[in-house]
């Protein structure tokens, strides 16, 4: 099954122009989509042709070229909305991920949180999971708690519903897919007991959604945020969220765009979603977005979602052939995403990306903005490689043998 | 041979030089490269306005745990008003290697330690 799924996606590769470039002489071998994603021609043209035939700004202009912006821009705003199955009134542009969280954490957080209060986070989030609550209970008064990342890299629900009993969080802020250890967490169990235990559930979703089926109705959580430059779009970023809390929330930012009236001394806001898109959006990107999402919706989530597993089977699979090395993160490849961090004995990550990169192998190297969780870990830092619809079992045959040649630059 | 992983680098990292800790010391200093989370601590003991003894400690790449064993050499026994004049050229020219802009403050990170236990500056080395 998964040769098929290989098969039926390598055809794709033809559409990644950047593939066709060579780095010191080799061929690339671009293992970093985790970090960020490379972009097909589809979005690529999409955008080019918005800003050679169509560009205008949106919502304004009484000219054909502002109607047609707008609705390319709204347009796109539906079809990414259709895609993770929610409303798109209630589905927000932001500037990335890390912008989507922030909001919830002024726009809800300063208004609910307080002292006695808790938000509870995991050992595995990125920063920009992490530092916003730090922010929002440093200012509320509330308290951050963790659940904590044991050896097998999964989150234990007991935990959570020990810390959840204790009656005092308003927020789990949970990751849908680690960055670093490839973990699928439960999210739909996560948020329907927490929603049990009376709190609210924000999910970061920047790994699932590039790689896997995501219906956000079926999870039910409370807010889910993402970014498009993961997903084989341009960067801009998503906030999807439930209509009650969107409309009894403050906006976060103010300006132009999001109000409905200013008077003087205060003002009335706008409509979902746009009472929290103040200020000109970046339109071209989220058309970009909108391409991607038909880009992926044609390919099929299922089989990007098979694709990235095979591919993470074959390189846990080959991956230990490399002497002295350490694989992180679940074993069984169902509750895995497509990334694999490892680290080498007597190898310093960074050593391993460079030398890697002379055989034109793209790797991460470093703590890939999961300090907390390196520690954990007991790492300073981790190499990875990650996967998307463009790379092949080959790839991975290109890592071992770039990593093999790296120990032997290290006389290992 | 290569370029930049030179045998003596890979000797400086694997066997790095006045590594460890000194106790007591007069001065410490511990800071760490924001890009990747290595970190690195020195601890060194001054008498007569130089240098006696230093140690390092931490984790790092091989060019940065080279940079701070190659340092650490040429800063015992140095008055310690001197080490407020040792820049970033001083260091990589040390290293004998180039140093690409991705890798400068791997290179750098242990001047900056060492730099700062003896002048408080916690600034990068220029
Ligand atoms: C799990 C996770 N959350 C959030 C982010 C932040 O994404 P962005 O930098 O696009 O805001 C990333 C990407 O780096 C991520 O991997």
């Known amino acids: 099954m998964g040769a098929v799924a290989e098969s039926t996606l390598s055809r794709l590769r033809a559409d990644f122009p950047i593939l066709d470039r060579e780095i010191n002489g080799h061929s690339l071998v671009y293992l970093d989509s985790a970090a960020s994603s490379q972009k097909p021609r589809q979005v690529i043209e999409a955008m080019d042709s918005f800003y050679a035939h169509s560009y205008g700004t949106v919502h304004r202009g009484v000219y054909e070229l502002g109607r047609e912006a707008t609705e390319l821009f709204e347009g796109a705003r539906e079809r990414i909305a259709a895609f993770v199955n929610w409303d ?65 890299g999964e989150l234990s629900l007991d935990e959570l519903d020990a810390v959840l009993a204790e009656g005092r ?39 699932s959604v590039p790689q896997m089926p995501v219906d956000l109705r079926a999870i039910d959580a409370d807010f889910y945020a993402w970014t498009g430059h993961k997903a084989l779009g341009p960067t801009v970023g998503m906030l999807h969220g439930r209509r009650e809390l969107l409309k009894e929330m403050r906006p976060f930012l103010g300006g132009g765009h999001m109000i409905s009236r200013v008077e003087r001394e205060h003002s009335t806001w706008n409509e979902l979603p746009w009472k929290f ?38 390189a846990l699979e080959r ?5 002295g090395i350490t694989l992180y993160g679940p074993r069984d490849v169902d509750r895995r995403g497509g990334v694999v961090p490892f680290t080498i004995e007597g190898m310093h990550p960074h050593d391993i990306a460079e030398l890697c990169d002379r055989e034109a192998v793209c790797v991460r190297a470093g703590h890939h903005c999961a300090q907390p969780l390196m520690r954990v870990l007991g790492v300073g830092a981790t190499a990875r490689a990650s ?13 071992v043998h770039a990593l093999n040649g790296a120990r032997e630059v290290f006389g290992l | 041979m290569d370029a930049l992983y030179r045998d003596y680098i890979l000797d400086h990292y694997k066997n790095p030089r006045n590594f460890g800790e000194l106790d007591p010391h007069d001065l410490e200093w511990h800071d760490h490269n924001p ?29 940065s745990q080279a940079a701070a064993s190659i340092t650490s050499e040429e800063l015992i026994g140095l008055p310690v ?34 730099r700062g236990a003896t002048t408080g500056d916690a600034s990068w080395p220029e």
């Not at chain 2, 004049?85 to 900056?112: M, Y």
């Open chain 1, 319 to 323: 991956l230990p052939e490399v002497a």
């Open chain 2, 81 to 114: 008003e001197e080490v407020a004049g040792l820049d970033a050229d001083w260091v990589i020219d040390q290293l004998g290697i180039e140093i690409s802009p991705t890798r400068r403050k791997c290179a750098l990170l242990g001047l900056k330690v060492m």
């Open chain 1, 277 to 314: 898109e103040a200020g000109t959006n970046a339109i071209a990107e989220a058309i970009g977005l909108g391409a991607a999402v038909d880009y992926l919706a044609a390919a099929g989530m299922d089989a990007v979602r098979a694709h990235e597993r095979e591919l993470t089977a074959y």
């Open chain 2, 35 to 63: 890009l990747c989370g290595d970190e690195l601590g020195v601890h060194i003991v001054v008498k007569d306005g130089r240098v006696a003894d230093l140690r390092f400690h931490g984790q790092g790449c091989a060019i």
């Open chain 1, 88 to 152: 798109s009134d209630l589905s927000i542009f932001t500037r990335n991920a890390t912008e989507a969280i922030n909001l919830v954490a002024y726009a809800w957080g300063r208004g609910n949180l307080g002292p006695g209060d808790e938000v509870l986070i995991t050992e595995m989030e990125h920063h920009s999971n992490i530092v916003p609550w730090q922010l929002a209970c440093e200012d509320t008064g509330a308290k951050l708690r963790y659940l904590s990342v044991p050896e097998s």
């Open chain 1, 387 to 399: 996967f998307h619809v463009y790379n092949t079992r080959d790839d991975v045959d290109r890592l």
């Open chain 1, 169 to 207: 969080v308003r927020l789990v802020a949970v990751g849908h897919v680690s960055n670093v250890l490839g973990t699928i967490n439960p999210v739909e169990e996560i948020a329907r007991r927490a929603r049990a235990a009376g709190a609210l559930t924000l999910v970061d979703g920047a790994q």
